[in-house]
T-cell receptor
């Protein structure tokens, strides 16, 4: 099955700085890579996703890049704000499957 | 309107009891899931279910069973609860291979 590794496990940045979270996946058949944000006491919420036929996708302050050859993808958050503080999860999905395999999560803290 | 709703939000019960967690989605999705989040925040798939097949993660004990009365509901029934079952359980749904929407979670504490 698929295995997803995520780094770092914790990340602290000053407000206004950028934050980068990286993930690697094991199965080259994976073709969908979402990123979820989980706030305290809530369920994960999709913030951005990318499919394997695209190398980069951007949505305002959030961007995701995908390197299929190296089997890794990254989340980039620019101009961070205190409300960006949360746990972020990357995930991957095999083309033949519906369920997601999640990374271990990154606790992002944006310091005011 | 809540897209994926779970009840209860909190559940405290004694070892050995049987309990159920209910999940409903009003998105018209064809697939529903149960995920378990442990104390270290790891999210792992337990089941995925649509009207054609049930896929069970092989690591899930057979004390756990999903029950789907209809396309909009996927309940989780747990027999003979153990201390190690304490976790947050998330229901989710998706349409085909699209975005997965998660519920707010059910925090289960077994004492």
């Amino acid at each position: 099955g698929e295995n997803v590794e995520q780094h770092p496990s914790t990340l602290s940045v000053q407000e206004g700085d950028s934050a980068v979270i990286k993930c690697t996946y094991s199965d080259s058949a994976s073709n969908y890579f979402p990123w979820y944000k989980q706030e305290l006491g809530k369920g994960p919420q999709l913030i951005i996703d990318i499919r394997s036929n695209v190398g980069e996708k951007k949505d305002q302050r959030i961007a995701v890049t995908l390197n299929k050859t190296a089997k890794h993808f990254s989340l980039h958050i620019t101009e961070t704000q205190p409300e960006d503080s949360a746990v972020y999860f990357c995930a991957a999905r095999l083309g033949s499957a519906r369920q997601l395999t999640f990374g271990s999560g990154t606790q992002l803290t944006v310091l005011p | 309107d809540t897209a994926v709703s779970q009840t209860p939000k909190y559940l405290v019960t004694q070892m050995g009891n049987d309990k159920s967690i209910k999940c409903e989605q009003n998105l018209g999705h064809d697939t529903m899931y149960w995920y378990k989040q442990d104390s270290k925040k790891f999210l792992k798939i337990m089941f995925s279910y649509n009207n054609k097949e049930l896929i069970i993660n092989e690591t899930v004990p057979n004390r756990f069973s999903p029950k789907s009365p209809d396309k909009a509901h996927l309940n989780l029934h747990i027999n003979s609860l153990e201390l190690g079952d304490s976790a947050v359980y998330f229901c989710a749904s998706s349409q085909d291979f699209g975005e997965a929407f998660f519920g707010q979670g059910t925090r289960l504490t077994v004492v």
